[in-house]
């Protein structure tokens, strides 16, 4: 049986198992998914141990994304974002891969949203931010950062060709000439609070949130509310999932499957 797993900290509420479990079920592959709840400090044990011991692929999650850029020969997704989502343990040793930005664009592209030549804005600086701003520019989209610490946003677009750094009091002017608006910040997770003024959407627009819970955020309802196409954060868990499967099966993932997996545990 192949064993694949997602190391984190903490885990056990982690949507990654029913989600891979559901596509080896569904493709009759011998295969299970597991959590690993490794210590901070014997993360790079874990890593080690996981190779020796034969594990297939790992998810990667919170805090570890950037102690696996130091264990995995880096793809080019990884050496753009700085970060590690997926690690493949091939004959030749682990590969990492970024899964949340090549999976962004995926679900872009499900819902049959171009990116190339668009104005795209992304509010937030973190870990989500830095998947969503490569992966924007990479498709082709002039990327504004928005973040309430302004210095970071400047930051980041500085390591972004074609992208501009701003402060959250530019958020509305913005907006205006923006044709995709993406919340990647932790503002709206198990709240009813949106980090986008609700009188700045327009229906010329597509919304994105990376955040998951609850999957209708406020940013969402007004941006719904105004007329915009929207996208929620669990596009973004499925379709990183989705490449996830692919790169260590070598088969198309069932996406519907784990689409379903993944929904009727949220
Ligand atoms: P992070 O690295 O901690 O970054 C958090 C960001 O949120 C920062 O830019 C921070 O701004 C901003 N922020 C926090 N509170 C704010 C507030 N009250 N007003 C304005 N901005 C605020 O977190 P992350 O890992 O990027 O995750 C961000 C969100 O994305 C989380 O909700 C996470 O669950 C979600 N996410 C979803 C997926 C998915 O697959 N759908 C994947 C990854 C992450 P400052 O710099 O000013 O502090």
Redesign the pocket.
Known sequence: MDVYGIIGNPVEHSLSPPMHQAAFDELGIDATFVTFEAEEDRIEDAFRGAEALGIDGLTVT?PFKHDAFEFVEPTKSVRRVGAVNTIDFTDDGPVGYNT?MT?TLSAFEHHDVALDGTSAVV?????????LAFGFEEAGADVAVV???ES?AHDLADEVPRASGHG?DELPDLMADADVVA???????ESD?S?APADAWHGDCVAFD????PLETRFLADAAAAGAQTID?????LF?GVDAFEMWTGEDAPVDVMNEALRSHL
Do not use: C, F, H, P
């Open positions: 919170l949340d999976g509010v937030g600086a973190g870990g989500a931010a830095r998947a973040n309430r610490t970071k959250l919340n990647a910040t932790s503002v709206g997770l609070e980090v990376a955040v998951y819970k954060g669990a596009w973004m868990l990183q």
